[in-house]
């Protein structure tokens, strides 16, 4: 009797730990009535609508989140861009039109622990880039504009392109200088949608 005692104790305080958690942040992953977040990314090229995945990804689609919120995204560009593979942007280092040698390099001061799932890197797969280490994940992301088999297991796929897909393909067909930057500024503005 006392051993199930126990054991029930542990789960209350499990979860206990777990609504406070969630509380403490101030940002919910997934809002209240159940439906998935959804955002916005707006161009000179035209609009971009997501729907972010937190039953996949919750701690990405949380950074994402506050990241739009607080306007980190907005004035950074999609500095890199490759036919036939994806597109990339969410650098705060992007707002500096002069020092383009910093483009890439950029983040939030912080990063988020890797949360590799399920989700193929399809076409309007919306994922975290990183460096070689796994967990270095921070602000930057990518579009994928054609199947990237080879990502699957490797990126966190936090989210999917519900709409302006032809928005993306026009951004990766931009002429690009030797590192995959577009030639012309890409700049965005990113909403959360509630």
């Known amino acids: 009797m006392m051993r199930g005692m126990r054991t029930r104790g ?22 209240a009535g159940g439906q998935p977040p959804h955002a916005v990314i707006e161009t000179k090229l035209g609009t971009i609508e997501l729907r972010l ?50 483009y890439g390099m950029g983040g939030p001061g912080y990063t988020v622990k890797a949360e590799f799932n399920d989700r193929p890197h399809v076409r309007g797969t919306v994922s975290m880039a990183r460096s070689t280490d796994p967990n270095s994940a921070g602000s930057q992301f990518f579009i994928v504009v054609q199947e990237t088999s080879h990502l699957n297991g490797q990126y966190t796929v ?14 990766v067909a931009q002429p690009r200088d030797g590192r995959d930057n577009p030639r012309e500024r890409i700049e965005m503005t990113v909403k959360v949608v509630d």
């Open 158 to 171: 936090f989210g999917e392109v519900t709409k302006g897909m032809e928005v993306v393909d026009k951004i």
């Open 53 to 102: 995945l937190p039953e996949k990804a919750p701690k990405h689609v949380e950074n994402f989140l506050k990241l739009a919120k607080t306007g980190f995204y907005n004035k950074t560009i999609f500095h890199r861009v490759i036919p036939g593979f994806m597109i990339q942007g969410g650098d705060p280092n992007t707002k500096d039109e002069k020092d383009m040698s910093k």
């Open 10 to 31: 542990r789960w209350l305080v499990l979860i206990g730990v777990g609504c406070w958690a969630v509380w403490s942040t101030g940002i919910q992953a997934q809002p």
